[in-house]
């Protein structure tokens, strides 16, 4: 049985979407383990706890992520697994925190029904970020067996290098260029499937002081809004192209030399008449974005986006790539 399970993690892997294979992989280990919720982050092993920075949540909100924050520099369970990676750590909740000094931890636990639970940490001797799997359940009095936890750890590895080949095969389907390095997946509430570290550090040169698994408010304030292509300050650009529910971004640094236009697709239908799909390929030309690319970037036919190149050239007054965007950055201005 747990041979199929792997053959079919690995098939799945290849074929489907980064938030549905996610959802699916949980099933497939809920089959083998039975669990109601569970989490899969990565992140940074730090002396005062876990700072995740991606993360996969498994009927949990996404106010764990920030709850947990608050006390992982106490959980005793993140401990025991640091010190013995790759093994499974059972424990009971109710009891483990039972002490006066461990209520906020107790609180914790009772808040999000994890009244039974493991986890594994894996630390990744050639990278940064550590994953970690906890999986619980709401019944106190149904506990894993040690059997649950030798079967997680057989499962484990394959989890792990299952997801990797599913968000790199994601990210090689999203981004066109060569240039994957500064490449995100995230869900439509910000939460990081996937980040990379040129992409974090980017972000981190418009908001020195993140380093969470929810995207910056003000990042996704812009994404948020009808017709947004992306974010753009003076210091970065983030460029993004929604799929089903989730978000596919990419960051850029813009040079000091090149203006950031802050233009909306309003602003552009009021001013020229243009339509709202119109609009979109406005701004995407706008920052920088090839027009034989437009099409793939949207996720419209090549034929449509032709035809709308005209009528914006044509609505514009212009006829010339280096005429349009001379006449947006004055719009901006």
């Known amino acids: 049985m747990l041979s199929n399970l792997l053959i079919e993690l690995y098939r799945a892997a290849q074929g489907m979407a980064v938030d549905e294979f996610q959802e699916y992989s949980m099933g497939l280990l809920n089959s083998l383990v039975p669990f109601d919720s569970a989490i899969y982050g990565s992140g940074v092993l730090k002396q005062q706890g876990l700072q995740i920075h991606e993360c996969f949540l498994h009927n949990q909100p996404v106010e764990v992520i920030s709850d947990y924050a608050a006390i992982t520099h106490a959980d005793p369970v993140l401990r025991a697994a ?184 309003a602003l552009l239908q009021k001013t020229y008449g243009l339509t709202p799909a119109e609009a979109r390929v406005a701004i995407v030309l706008l920052e920088g974005i090839s027009a034989r690319d437009v099409a793939d970037y949207l996720s419209v036919s090549h034929h449509t986006v032709r035809t709308q190149l005209k009528q914006i050239y044509a609505k514009l007054g212009v006829d010339t790539r280096a005429r349009f965007v001379k006449l947006l950055l004055g719009l901006a201005q």
């Not at 039974?116 to 050639?126: F, W």
């Not at 418009?206 to 292509?229: C, F, H, K, N, V």
């Open 82 to 265: 640091r010190a013995n990676p790759d093994r499974v750590i059972r424990f009971h909740p109710p009891t483990l925190f039972s002490g006066k000094e461990s209520w906020p931890l107790f609180d914790y636990a009772k808040r999000y029904e994890h009244s039974d639970g493991m986890s594994t940490v894996h630390i990744d001797q050639d990278a940064p970020h550590s994953q970690i799997l906890s999986m619980w359940r709401a019944d106190k009095d149904s506990h894993f067996l040690k059997q649950d936890g030798w079967i997680a750890e057989q499962v484990l590895p394959h989890f792990l290098e299952a997801l990797k080949i599913n968000q790199a095969l994601a990210i090689h389907r999203s981004v066109k260029d060569t240039d994957r390095s500064t490449a995100a997946i995230a869900r439509q509430n910000g939460t990081l499937h996937f980040c990379s570290m040129g992409f974090r550090k980017l972000v981190n040169m418009e908001w020195p002081d993140w380093e969470g698994a929810i995207l910056p408010d003000p990042l996704m304030d812009e994404l948020a809004r009808i017709g947004s292509t992306g974010f753009c300050t003076a210091t970065i650009r983030v460029s993004v192209k929604c799929i089903g529910e989730l978000l596919f971004l990419k960051a850029s640094r813009v040079s000091a030399s090149v203006s950031c236009p802050a233009i909306r697709p």
